[in-house]
């Protein structure tokens, strides 16, 4: 079965530092892609980053990057220098299968302090 | 202007009443899709369409259904309101042939209480 996992239902991280949210995923699809979705309080969703299955190096948006390891079926999401704007949720989720249909996470809270 | 919008942003209802959401892009994305986000649970996908003259149900369908009336507007309906249906509603729109991925656009979302 297809499935996304968030195990860190809270992370707190200190103004400037880096931090590190966890996914692993499950899937017997060769080919898929995975993706990193950042909802501040405000509500709305907003697409930060993808990686491909067969993409040879990880991805990387600006203060984000992604830590795609395929073995371990883990792509996590590394935000460098954070900032307090960057406080929300964040959903990892995957597109595999033939209808390529998106399949999330619970997501994981952030909470950068001054 | 946003690429995709809801409406409305907000509603409040009561228990049995019909309303519809409405979702608007101009993307120009071929595939579009209703989620619904509740506490706890994430994002479920009610129903999603790839086409105009594709409608295909999600995990949670019951209780609601949907239009697709042009390629740019798809509308969800909640026939008869119930209080577990109090929710934030996505609408989301994605093009896999011009992406080459499955990245979705999402609207800002609506905020439903049924009373």
């Known amino acids: 079965a297809q499935k996304i996992t968030q195990t860190q239902p809270g992370m707190f991280v200190q103004e400037k530092e880096a931090v590190t949210l966890d996914c692993t995923y499950d899937t017997s699809d060769p080919s898929y892609g995975l993706f990193w979705y950042k909802q501040p309080s405000s509500g709305e969703m907003i697409f930060l980053i993808y990686?491909?299955?067969?993409d040879q190096q990880n991805a990387t948006e600006g203060r984000y990057s992604l830590n795609f390891q395929k073995a371990r079926k883990s792509a996590n999401l590394v935000i460098s220098a954070s900032q307090l704007g960057d406080s929300a949720m964040y959903f990892c989720a995957m597109d595999a299968g033939n209808n390529r249909k998106l399949i999330w996470g619970l997501g994981t809270s952030l909470a950068v302090n001054p | 202007d946003a690429d995709v919008t809801q409406t409305p942003r907000n509603r409040i209802t009561k228990t049995g009443k019909r309303i519809m959401l409405e979702c608007s892009q101009t993307k120009g994305h071929d595939r579009m899709y209703w989620y619904r986000q509740d506490p706890g649970l994430g994002l479920r996908l009610i129903y999603y369409s790839f086409d105009v003259k594709d409608i295909n149900k999600g995990e949670i369908s019951d209780g609601y259904s949907v239009s697709r009336q042009a390629q740019a507007k798809f509308s969800l309906s909640l026939e008869s309101a119930i209080p577990n249906q109090t929710a934030l509603y996505f609408c989301a729109t994605s093009d896999l042939a011009t992406d080459d991925q499955e990245t979705q656009y999402f609207g800002p979302g609506t905020r439903l209480l049924v009373l």
């Open positions: 990686q491909g299955s067969y």
